[in-house]
């Protein structure tokens, strides 16, 4: 991951500053922030992640996540260029102080080689996730996926023609503040 991609971070801090006078008790509608995941493939070296996110909660077993990510990486003259965003649908299972609940994710994956060309791939997943309260109006998001594409798609990192199906792990930690 390229450090300048840190400003994904952004709307965490916008959605904090927003917040601040958003303190009050009731049900929690729009939440937004950031999250770092890690990815690990079987035989690979672990990805890192770090994503804009935006929770949408109309009803109290059920919520809507989006996110997006961005990541460069640049090898002497070999750019990659991945851009990912995702929906959740999150199914409440346990509520109580902290909500548990089953993930179900959709996430389209584009992926640029400077000597390849482009991927483009579709991957579902499921898991457990978290919701814990550190404040009325912030949130600790914590997810467990595992996650497969849809078909088999070309890998430029692999070289040309080369072509994978399998799925990874992902574990992710993030932040929410409601503003709404």
């Known amino acids: 991951m390229n450090p300048g991609r840190s400003h994904l971070l952004l709307p965490l801090l916008l ?7 958003a303190q009050t008790a009731g049900p929690q509608t729009l939440g937004l922030g950031g999250r770092m995941a890690w990815i690990q493939s079987p035989l ?16 109290p ?7 997006w990510g961005m990541a460069d990486q640049t090898r002497g003259d070999t750019a990659v260029s991945e851009l990912r965003w995702d929906l959740t649908l999150g199914v409440v299972v ?7 609940y089953i993930p179900l994710l959709w996430r389209h994956v584009t992926e640029d080689h400077s000597w390849y060309g482009d ?50 792990l992902e574990l992710s930690l993030g932040f929410l503040a409601f503003v709404i």
Not at 15 to 21: C, E, K, R
Not at 138 to 160: K, N
Request: glycine share 14%; no cysteine; net charge negative.
């Open 15 to 21: 959605g904090l500053a927003a917040s601040a006078g």
């Open 44 to 59: 690979s070296n672990p990805d890192t992640w770090i994503d804009a996110q935006a929770v949408y909660r109309p009803l």
């Open 61 to 67: 077993r059920l919520f809507l996540a989006g996110g």
């Open 94 to 100: 346990l509520q109580g102080d902290a909500t548990g």
């Open 119 to 168: 991927a483009h791939w579709t991957e579902i997943g499921a898991g457990v996730g978290a919701l814990v309260p550190l404040k009325e109006w912030l949130q600790l998001r914590t997810e467990i996926l595992w996650s497969v594409p849809t078909d088999r798609h070309d890998d430029p990192r692999l070289g040309p023609g080369q072509q994978v199906d399998g799925g990874h």
